[in-house]
């Protein structure tokens, strides 16, 4: 595991003095994060990294995984499509099983942190639990991108919302008509995770000769679950396009997570889009295949994130930490990552995305400096100790009125 200290020589000393400087001050110290899937996805992906570093810094952090059965997460996952505006239907039997789920989970988890963290809607009832006379402060984080939630379930996710005392978005325009505080934290990556840390051009090759791949030809890359935001059919499209005039590889690389039952269908429909096409490969990561992300990523021409919608896009830093030009659509939180034709490409529709990557595949100097001016960003705007700092803040804030009072 990553010592805190570690980070020094990447964001300088003064950024992690400033982080034991903080959380010596965060009491109570217990704070309990509750999500819905251990693997998959990038709430998992930030947890696994942030739990163990809050724990160095003094503060008794856990993290609980809710459970459930295939019916909770298909309802779950048609509550995720909801808010992100799709049209479905969440009946009045979906909503009290949803219910039931997450009051078997709250009966077996022990909800007595000074502080609960409890991530996106899957377990968002568990507040449901809350005494006020236990002095738990709570704290809803939604990571997915609400610019244009469907009404009638946000409208039944914010009675539960407002049972907190603080939701946390990831960019400004996720914000809510709600009753109480709301605050802005971006996610981050981890510069020395397995996904992110430096790697050897014989590391990379390696891991392109596994998966078939030429390493002398251009590489087009998009890294996601197979998940229909993520829209693989639509970067096939492109793919298909741009290679009527110029010669590149596609990787299409991803995996599922346990909350996501639609994972497989997606993936059967990309390799049917592919049309047996020997450029295409379309590669099933299982779960931890961090160095085979970091390898694919870095092995890449070009990074794609043709999402319909995004809470963050974890991906888009990754690329961008790894000095790849991206183009990502300009949707949710990607645009916090890319200032378009500064640090990537940021476009709204096959057409344009395939006008660009061609481009940039054709335009080498050009896709350099979009990549290294977006690196630069993630470094001062992006990292994980920059997020461990405004958690920390967070958690502060929520002690702070009381403090003033009894002063
Ligand atoms: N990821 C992974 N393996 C995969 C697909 C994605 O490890 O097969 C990681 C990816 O590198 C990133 C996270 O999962 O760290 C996805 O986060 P993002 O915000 O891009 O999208 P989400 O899946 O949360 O919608």
Redesign the pocket.
Known sequence: MQNINDYMPVVGHSVINELYLLAERVQPRAVHNVNSTA????????LTRMVPLLRQLGLNAKWDVIKGNDKFFNITKSIHNALHGADVRISKEDWEYFLEVNRENAAEMDLSGDIMFVHDPQPIALIEQRTRRDGTKWIWRC??DVTNPQKDVMDFLRTYVEKYDSAVFSAPAFGQEMGIAQVLIS?S?DPLSD?NKELSQKAVDAVLERFGIDKERRLVTQ???F?Y??DPVGVIRVYQKVKKHIDCQLVL?????TDDPEGLQVLEEAKSAAAGDPDVHII???????I??NAL?RASTVVL?K?LK?????????ALWKAKPVIASAVG?IPLQIKHKYSGILTYSIEGTAHYLKQLLHEPGYAKALGLNGREHIKNNFLITRHIRDYLLLFLSLYYEQDVVSL
């Open positions: 693997v998959g996805g990038g709430v998992a992906e930030i990571h997915i996610p990556i996904k890294i996601s679950r998940d935001l993520k690389a991803g995996g599922g997570a099933f990561l299982p779960a931890g295949s961090d085979e992300v990523q994130q999402s995004e809470g963050f896009g974890l991906t888009v830093a990754e939180g």
